[in-house]
């Protein structure tokens, strides 16, 4: 990784640690080098904003920009130079319109305990063998769901937070997605 590019993932790293609380950031913080954990979520604070992981919360950040003009040509060699999960242009980063969203985070540190996983250092990319079913919905709903989009579902259709995770959710490891 050239120098520059290096410069930029760490003005981003810095960014996203930023808008983290304290509790999860602390271990960040020591070094600025931020981790991809599947337990970090964000909200935009625009009505009906829903929660994303931190891979969604940069790929939607770099979607938002991609046809804008990203000034000095060199940028676009920067862009390539980049890891696959911060694609996000860092130069355009504005942190005014997003929250640590702790409702999410929550929620996913609950089903991340439930398959026995560490919610303190597991990443999204290991957290993609596992697929979650809700227990609470019927019919069309019933499918099997990655954690971030289980997450989502849990908040936009169901405030239970007296339910057992038990009773919440069943899941699987290893298996095709199969909606
Ligand atoms: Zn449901």
Same mark, same amino acid.
């Given at each position: 990784?050239?120098?520059?590019?290096?410069?930029?993932?760490?003005?981003?790293?810095?960014?996203?640690i930023?808008?983290?609380?304290?509790?999860?950031?602390?271990?960040?913080?020591?070094?600025?080098?931020?981790?991809?954990?599947? %337990?970090?979520? !964000?909200? /935009?604070?625009?009505?009906? #904003?829903?929660?994303?992981?931190?891979h969604?919360?940069?790929?939607? *950040?770099?979607?938002?920009?991609?046809?804008?003009?990203?000034g000095?040509?060199?940028?676009?060699?920067?862009?390539?130079?980049?890891?696959d999960?911060?694609?996000?242009?860092?130069w355009?980063?504005?942190?005014?319109?997003?929250?640590?969203?702790?409702?999410?985070?929550?929620?996913?540190q609950? %089903?991340?305990? !439930?398959? /026995?996983?560490?919610?303190? #250092?597991?990443?999204?990319?290991?957290?993609?063998?596992?697929?979650? *079913?809700?227990?609470?919905?019927?019919?069309?709903?019933?499918?099997?769901?990655?954690?971030?989009v289980?997450?989502?579902?849990?908040?936009?259709y169901?405030s239970?937070?007296?339910?057992?995770?038990?009773?919440?959710?069943?899941?699987?490891?290893?298996?095709?997605?199969?909606?």
């Amino acid at each position: 990784m050239n120098r520059v590019s290096e410069e930029w993932t760490k003005a981003r790293d810095e960014l996203v640690i930023s808008l983290l609380p304290d509790n999860i950031a602390a271990p960040m913080k020591a070094n600025s080098r931020l981790r991809p954990l599947a %337990v970090l979520f !964000f909200r /935009g604070v625009a009505r009906g #904003s829903h929660p994303v992981d931190l891979h969604q919360f940069c790929g939607w *950040r770099s979607s938002r920009h991609v046809y804008k003009p990203v000034g000095e040509p060199e940028h676009f060699d920067i862009i390539s130079s980049i890891d696959d999960l911060w694609t996000s242009n860092p130069w355009l980063w504005d942190s005014d319109r997003y929250r640590f969203d702790p409702e999410a985070c929550a929620i996913a540190q609950e %089903v991340m305990a !439930f398959v /026995g996983m560490d919610s303190m #250092s597991s990443s999204i990319a290991e957290m993609e063998n596992f697929k979650f *079913r809700c227990l609470r919905c019927r019919g069309s709903r019933q499918a099997f769901m990655r954690l971030s989009v289980a997450v989502q579902h849990e908040v936009k259709y169901h405030s239970t937070p007296s339910v057992p995770v038990e009773n919440k959710w069943s899941w699987v490891e290893g298996v095709e997605e199969d909606g």
